[in-house]
């Protein structure tokens, strides 16, 4: 990467930086007449110069051919201009004033504007560069990151470069000529003000940079420390789990606070410095305009000097600090940018990285056949540790080969060699007749599989974790109408002119062929099919029937999902079960569901309409006032508090019924039981609004079936149900995208695939009641063939950051089918089943090797016994290869195998 930002800037923009300053030259002659003009209108337009009486006329806007007396020995009269009295030439000079303020205005914006889209292009360009660089690091260098501090760097960082580079060339030109033309009307005005304003601006000029450069030190200082802060931050939320579990928080809260004090101690002297320096700068600033005013003064008293020019020189003046400062600040900002740039540049520039054509999506790859052969394989890390020693080994690209060893045994660094995520510092690893070593990562990417022990899944959904690994490059561009086409093209356009990549995002980009399919509809039974391999479908089906659908998107499936509402209902009924689930009912109160589910009737769909919000929801606090139930659920929710600050009044913290009851945290306890006790002085209608909404939030959690404490009566039911028919007309007529109501024969969007299919709510207190209703709902679904719907909308299930909404099994065993999707040549995995119990370990393992077909497996085992179903056994200690064979064979005569199964 360029280490001089100024080249690097001039290479990338000097075409847009030229037009720009050809700008800038065009505006000086209007900015220079801007000056001058105020003079004329003082001394001609206003003090009558030029004219003996009002009625004298002179002549507006007369032109002269420039250097006309040079070329032709008289002035050349281009055009005679117009004659005008004095209060007509007063109003021509104000108005031409006027105009060239609007035009040195026209040019200020259009420059500016210019300058911002090429600081922006810059910027593009340059966080383009540095991400494109940080895929092509290999992992040894990504290991030695810290990618919350890489991140502040990409993100925040190189933001001031933006601002800067559009200024680089343009503001220096631009003020400069600004301050230059000013400089050069006050001498000639006066030689001896604009002596006296150069001496001053000289000083400025010198002095101010001189006191800045301590502050860009401190700068510096503090762009290090915040960056190390942020990488801070992000160690503290990766390593939650160990601050939480051995009681380290105080500790990490007082070395934060050790790391803030730091930075407040630079940014304050940074302030300190800052303020005395632009309190001298505009001490000297206004030290100027004194000289005019007093020895100016002097000079117009007598005589030697008019008050037209004197008011010129001191207008003149008065912009002229504006572009010096404004110099001045550029020169702080240049030296402050250009450590940021090599900042940046020292972090980015290893040595250690992919050549770009390594990762062309267009490269040539070649299948892997015949034999993996590996010779003299050796790995040395950054301190010239043997990590890899002398191994070498053969296998066929369609069989088994297990590894094994101990922590130490190097094992995990062959699987990556292998896989070409770390290249050897030895050796060599051929697969047939290719050199797996010098192939581009994106052969490697589609030819190999690896799955490691700790394997990362991106914040998407399943469906995109699995696909993630068919993604090279866009095979099929999406329709667009004509709006969206012109989008794009100046979108690809932009992306050429910054060096961008320019392939649409929004294109097809999964590779089918790869995946052994035709079409998307094909790729999904494909997922499922993998799903199924590695023992997590039924996973997905439970994430299914949790998840959503849209039915005007998929009409089909809502009409089977509707289907199975009945043939449930049917089939409990036959069951002798019916009285498991209360169905959704419009007349009828539902017990084994909240208070406030019985008066939606229906599921939320904006925010303000879930349960928690209610208290404060306009509309349903109004529906409830007319209903008069306000005050009734007031005194419920008091009645609840009162309950459960005597019920909780002795448990400690985590005691089940902080569980059964749900109402109240162990936290919220003491403020409940003060709110109890203001209640029972003043009585709940005079409680404050914040306690009122409390309380009220309380009962709207209540389940008469589950928490059994008599709220509910008959008389209180029915009063709900007139509210619930009030509300219903109330939204449908004000909000009616707020809240999806229930309808016994329509699919309810918003809601569940089980509620949908179950719509009721099952009985609370009945032994086995969920394990037999979700078995009726399984049965029912498969008997409709809706088993891989489901499992497709489970699919759709977003697996949060880092995969950290599913277990750590889940998560390997996605990545492991992510591996298998693509059909690799040779399947790689690294203690990838390491989390999973015996059992689950086992069927896996047993599950890949039958049906992996003609894809090969090396397999680094995190139990040495699990190599008895592999065709042969590597055994590595200490970085060599003990002993390689066939299971048996190195059981019964072997030395190092032995021992491990010994030790497992």
């Known amino acids: 990467m360029e280490s001089n930002l100024f080249r690097y800037i001039w290479r990338h923009s000097k075409r847009d930086q030229l037009a720009i300053l050809l700008l800038v030259v065009v505006s000086l002659p209007f900015y220079f007449m801007s000056l001058h003009l105020p003079k004329q209108i003082v001394n001609q337009g206003i003090q009558g110069q030029g004219f003996e009486s009002i009625t004298d006329t002179q002549p507006f806007a007369r032109m002269y051919l420039p250097f006309g007396s040079e070329l032709f020995g008289e002035p050349l009269l281009l055009f005679e201009g117009f004659s005008l009295q004095q209060p007509g030439f007063l109003l021509a000079l104000s108005f031409t004033f006027l105009a060239l303020v609007c035009i040195n205005g026209g040019f200020k914006f259009v420059i500016n504007t210019a300058k911002g889209r090429l600081g922006e292009r810059m910027l593009r360009r340059l966080r383009y560069e540095l991400t494109d660089r940080l895929l092509r690091f290999r992992l040894r260098s990504l290991r030695r990151m810290k990618s919350a501090e890489v991140a502040t760097m990409v993100k925040d960082e190189v933001e001031p470069l933006g601002g800067f580079i559009g200024d680089a060339f343009v503001t220096p030109a631009f003020l400069g000529g600004q301050a230059i033309t000013a400089m050069a009307f006050i001498m000639v005005q006066s030689i001896w003000l604009g002596l006296v304003a150069a001496a001053i601006l000289a000083v400025q000029a010198i002095l101010i940079p001189k006191l800045r450069v301590p502050i860009l030190r401190l700068g510096k200082q503090r762009q290090i420390t915040a960056r190390q802060l942020a990488g801070r931050i992000g160690e503290v939320i990766d390593g939650a789990t160990e601050v939480h579990a051995h009681d380290a928080s105080n500790w990490e809260r007082t070395e934060l606070t050790s790391r803030l004090g730091r930075i407040f101690e630079i940014r304050f002297e940074i302030y300190r410095r800052k303020f005395f320096v632009k309190f001298l700068n505009n001490f000297l600033g206004q030290f100027t305009p004194f000289i005019f005013y007093a020895v100016g003064g002097l000079l117009a008293i007598y005589g030697q000097l008019d008050i037209g020019a004197l008011v010129a020189v001191i207008a003149a003046y008065k912009d002229l600090p504006g572009p010096v400062r404004e110099l001045l600040n550029w020169e702080q900002t240049r030296n402050d940018v250009q450590i940021k740039y090599d900042q940046v540049i020292e972090q980015f520039q290893q040595t250690d990285v992919l050549p770009p054509n390594h990762q062309d999506p267009h490269a040539e790859i070649p299948t892997l056949k015949g034999t993996l052969t590996v ?89 995109d974790n699995l696909i993630y ?150 509309l349903v606090l109004d529906v409830l006032r007319e209903a008069e139930l306000e005050e009734a659920i007031l005194a419920k929710g008091l009645s609840i508090a009162q309950t459960m600050v005597e019920i909780f009044a002795d448990l400690p913290p985590g005691h089940p019924f902080f569980d059964q009851f749900s109402f109240i945290s162990a936290d919220d306890l003491p403020e409940f039981r003060q709110l109890v006790q203001r209640a029972g002085k003043s009585g709940p209608a005079a409680l404050p609004e914040a306690d009122r909404k409390r309380l009220l939030a309380l009962p709207f959690r209540y389940i008469e079936a589950r928490h059994r404490l008599d709220l509910i009566d008959e008389g209180f039911a029915a009063r709900l149900l007139d509210a619930r028919r009030a509300l ?79 277990s750590a099994s889940q998560r390997q065993k996605v990545a492991i089918a992510r591996a298998v999707v693509k059909r690799p040549d040779l399947l790689i995995l690294n203690e990838a089943t390491a989390v999973m119990d015996g059992a689950t370990r086992a069927q896996l393992l047993d599950r890949l090797l039958q049906q992996r077909g003609e894809t090969g497996i090396v397999w680094a085992l995190e139990r040495a016994r699990l190599a008895e179903r592999f065709d042969r056994v590597l055994v590595l200690q200490n970085g060599r290869l003990a002993e390689q064979g066939g299971f048996a064979e190195l059981k019964d005569g072997g030395k190092a195998l032995p021992e491990l199964l010994a030790a497992d």
């Open 375 to 463: 010779s003299g394989l050796s790995l040395t890390d950054e301190n010239n540790n043997r990590l890899l020693d002398q191994v070498a080994f053969e296998m066929p690209l369609s069989g088994s080969l297990a590894v094994v060893g101990d922590a130490t045994s190097g094992k995990d660094h062959l699987t990556q060699v292998l896989a070409g995520l770390t290249p050897p510092s030895g050796g060599s690893v051929r697969a047939g007749e290719q050199d797996l070593t010098r192939l581009p990562e994106a052969a490697l990417g589609r030819r190999l599989g690896y799955v490691g022990p700790d394997a990362y899944l991106f914040p998407l959904s399943v469906r």
């Open 469 to 618: 690994g068919l993604k090279h490059r866009p095979l099929a561009p999406p329709e667009r109408d004509d709006d969206a086409r012109r989008l794009h093209a100046w979108h690809t356009a932009e992306a050429r002119r910054t060096g961008n990549i320019d392939y649409d995002p929004e294109a097809d980009w999964i590779d089918y062929e790869a995946a052994g399919v035709e079409g998307p509809d094909e790729l999904e039974a494909r997922l499922i099919e993998v799903l199924h391999l590695v023992d997590l479908d039924r996973d997905i089906y439970r994430f299914g029937l949790g998840g959503t659908l849209d039915p005007e998107a998929r009409p089909e499936v809502a009409r089977n999902i509707l289907e199975a509402r009945g043939r449930l209902a049917e089939h409990l009924a036959k069951q002798g079960h019916d009285d498991l689930v209360v169905r959704f009912d419009r007349d009828a109160y539902n017990p084994n569901a909240s208070l406030a589910e019985n008066l939606l009737f229906g599921t939320p769909r904006k925010p303000e309409y879930a349960p928690e919000a209610l208290p404060d929801n306009r």
């Open 728 to 806: 219903h007309q109330r939204v449908e007529a004000e909000d009616p995208e707020a809240v999806a109501f229930y309808e016994a024969r329509e699919y309810n969007a918003a809601a569940s695939l089980m509620d949908n299919v179950l719509f009721g709510r099952v009985v609370y207190g009945r032994a086995e009641a969920e394990e037999t209703i979700q078995a009726a709902i399984a049965e029912t679904l498969e008997d409709l063939g809706l088993h891989d719907t489901v499992v497709g909308i489970g699919m759709d299930f977003n697996v949060g950051v880092a995969g950290k909404m599913l």
